[in-house]
């Protein structure tokens, strides 16, 4: 029996970004998980998996995870889910970070806000949302309803977290979210982060030293 999602991860912008292509595998249908740039690669990727995109989900608004949206979203008529309305600010915000970084983007708008309790859906595949602040305010997390699989954004990396050193971060806020909301999912738990390699809820609740004590 085929496992019920599968992802093809494509690093993109000079951040090398892990947009996603999570693909339901009973239904072919998928979601673009946090387009930052690099649209070519991005449809590239799309088309590698055959599957047909039904949706744009972002985990929230930095540039590298939402400056393409709004591009992709049109060219492929597809709506944009995500993330909690506290990051408004910084999609309002981002053609300008853009021009001041030297990457292409233009200002998102949502057509559907995220919040805690929330429930998105890939195909027959469903996921909860869980609002996880800090490292920005309206930072979303997805976990698959069986919670073997989180798309995780910048909250929890392979021995790190994400970066809290902007006005707006939270390192407290952070640090609580993560021990609250994702250290009590099982061990074996899978986490896909926007940056570098996969790991493990059990992996992070031993070792990682951002979490101990």
């Not at 292509?21 to 998996?49: F, H, S, Y």
Request: a negative charge; aromatic letters at 6%; hydrophobic letters at 40%.
């Amino acid at each position: 029996m085929s496992y019920p999602l599968k992802f093809l991860i494509v690093p993109v912008t000079p951040f090398q970004q892990n947009c996603s292509v999570a693909v339901c595998t009973a239904t072919n249908r998928a979601a673009i998980v946090d387009p930052g740039g690099d649209l070519d690669r991005v449809k590239a990727a799309i088309k590698e998996t055959g599957a047909e995109p039904e949706k744009i989900i972002l985990t929230h608004g930095h540039i590298d995870h939402a400056g393409g949206a709004t591009a992709l979203s049109e060219e492929l008529g597809l709506p944009i889910e995500g993330p909690h309305l506290d990051d408004k600010f910084l999609l309002d915000d981002i053609e300008a970070h853009g021009t001041r970084m030297g990457i292409p983007a233009r200002k998102v708008v949502p057509g559907r806000w995220l919040a805690e309790g929330d429930e998105v859906t890939i195909g027959d595949c469903r996921f909860s949302v869980l609002h996880i602040p800090g490292h920005s305010p309206g930072h979303v997390v997805l976990v698959f309803s069986n919670s073997e699989v989180v798309i995780g954004g910048d909250v929890l990396f392979d021995g790190s977290i994400g970066r809290t050193d902007f006005p707006y971060g939270d390192h407290d806020a952070l640090i609580s979210g993560i021990k609250e909301k994702l250290l009590p999912l099982p061990d074996e738990t899978v986490v896909l982060p926007g940056h570098g390699q996969a790991t493990t809820i059990g992996r992070e609740r031993q070792s990682n030293p951002f979490l101990q004590g």
